[in-house]
C-alpha cells in the first residue's frame, strides 16, 4: 500500500510560478516511478510529469516542457512539480500517482492522491 496526498495548489497569475508536492506513506514508496496528471473541467485527464525510482529520469509532456519540473526525495517519501512560466491553460486539478514503472499512461498507475487545484489567472 502507498497513500499519496498532494498539496501546494493554489491561485496564481499568468507567468508566475507555483511548486507541488507529493507526500508518500509506505516503506516501498522508492521502488515507484511517480507520475504527474491533470484534470480540467471537461476535459480528460492527460500526463504532465514522470519519474523514475531512482530520479534518473523525467518525462514530460510536450505541452509543459521547459517550464515543469519533475523531481523526488526517497529519503523523505516525497515526489515534487515544480512549475514555472504558468497558463491560464495549466488550470486544473493536479495529481500525483504511483507506478511499477513511470510512463504516460494513466491506467499503469495503481495509486493515487485526490488532487489539489491548480487555478492560473490572465
Known amino acids: 500500500q502507498v497513500h499519496l496526498v498532494e498539496s501546494g495548489g493554489g491561485l496564481v497569475q499568468a507567468g508566475g510560478s507555483l511548486r507541488l508536492s507529493c507526500a508518500a506513506s509506505g516503506r516501498t514508496f522508492s521502488t515507484y516511478g511517480m507520475g504527474w496528471f491533470r484534470q480540467a473541467p471537461g476535459k480528460e485527464r492527460e500526463f504532465v510529469a514522470a519519474?523514475?525510482?531512482?530520479?534518473?529520469?523525467?518525462y514530460y509532456a510536450d505541452s509543459v516542457k521547459g517550464r515543469f519540473t519533475m523531481s523526488r526525495d526517497n529519503a523523505k517519501n516525497m515526489a515534487y512539480l515544480q512549475m514555472n512560466s504558468l497558463k491560464p491553460e495549466d488550470t486544473a486539478v493536479y495529481y500525483c500517482?504511483?507506478?511499477?514503472?513511470?510512463?504516460?499512461?494513466?491506467?499503469?498507475?495503481?495509486?493515487w492522491g485526490q488532487g489539489t487545484q491548480v487555478t492560473v489567472s490572465s
Open positions: 500517482a504511483a507506478a511499477e514503472i513511470p510512463t504516460r499512461q494513466a491506467a499503469e498507475y495503481v495509486y
Open positions: 519519474i523514475s525510482w531512482s530520479g534518473d529520469n523525467t
